[in-house]
């Protein structure tokens, strides 16, 4: 089956720059168990309209994204968070999880040689609604003790997630180009029985 998978670039995010044509990907809200990071990221520019910030603030600039692309795959992010979000995630990963759920919208651009301009190639009309992957008996989410060095300011770190769905179905938006668009589902619908 085939995978959605892109390495992002990290400097580019921060520091959009129209000459230089490399993939980027933003979490623009989430919210772990009921606790929501802040969008504390309010400058970062829009690959699609470089004069202007993105509309949605930013929470995390991501530097990886992997989905198998199959209904019921775990989505992988890994980016960036600014000094309070990290200190959020580390409280979150020191206490006790009862609660699982996570909400969240995110957005990767892609540059079309053809087009020649930016577009979005996976994005949300909608925030998805996931549960926090386990790997054994340990949570699938993680943040670094110690900054990044990629960008030196603002102060960031390293946070990584696994996210699965919640048994029903959402849909998300994949491109292959600025004029090729498909939507996708994710998760399958339970009913209560």
Same mark, same amino acid.
């Given at each position: 089956?085939?995978?959605?998978?892109?390495?992002?670039?990290?400097?580019?995010?921060?520091?959009?720059?129209?000459?230089?044509?490399?993939?980027?990907?933003?979490?623009?809200?989430?919210?772990?168990?009921?606790?929501?990071?802040?969008?504390?990221?309010?400058?970062?520019?829009?690959?699609?309209?470089?004069?202007?910030?993105?509309?949605?603030?930013?929470?995390?600039?991501?530097?990886?994204?992997?989905?198998?692309?199959?209904?019921?795959?775990?989505?992988?992010?890994?980016?960036?968070?600014?000094?309070?979000?990290?200190?959020?995630?580390?409280?979150?990963?020191?206490?006790?999880?009862?609660?699982?759920? +996570?909400?969240?919208?995110?957005?990767?651009?892609?540059?079309?040689?053809?087009?020649?301009?930016?577009?979005?190639?996976?994005?949300?009309?909608?925030?998805?609604?996931?549960?926090?992957?386990?790997?054994?008996?340990?949570?699938?989410?993680?943040?670094?003790?110690?900054?990044?060095?990629?960008?030196?300011?603002?102060?960031?770190?390293?946070?990584?997630?696994?996210?699965?769905?919640?048994?029903?179905?959402?849909?998300?938006?994949?491109?292959?180009?600025?004029?090729?668009?498909?939507?996708?589902?994710?998760? +399958?619908?339970?009913?209560?029985?």
């Amino acid at each position: 089956m085939p995978q959605f998978s892109r390495n992002l670039d990290v400097y580019q995010g921060f520091n959009f720059k129209k000459d230089k044509q490399t993939p980027v990907g933003y979490i623009t809200a989430v919210t772990i168990g009921g606790v929501a990071l802040t969008a504390d990221q309010e400058t970062i520019k829009d690959p699609e309209n470089p004069e202007q910030a993105i509309a949605d603030k930013v929470v995390a600039v991501l530097n990886h994204y992997l989905w198998e692309t199959g209904i019921t795959d775990a989505m992988y992010f890994s980016g960036q968070v600014s000094t309070a979000n990290k200190q959020k995630i580390a409280e979150m990963l020191l206490g006790k999880f009862s609660n699982i759920e +996570v909400v969240f919208k995110y957005v990767v651009y892609e540059y079309d040689p053809l087009g020649k301009k930016y577009f979005k190639s996976n994005f949300l009309d909608a925030e998805l609604k996931g549960l926090l992957e386990k790997n054994g008996d340990d949570l699938n989410m993680a943040v670094a003790d110690n900054p990044s060095s990629e960008v030196q300011s603002p102060k960031n770190y390293t946070f990584q997630i696994g996210i699965k769905p919640q048994t029903l179905e959402q849909s998300l938006n994949l491109a292959t180009s600025s004029t090729k668009k498909l939507a996708k589902k994710w998760g +399958v619908t339970e009913t209560a029985g």
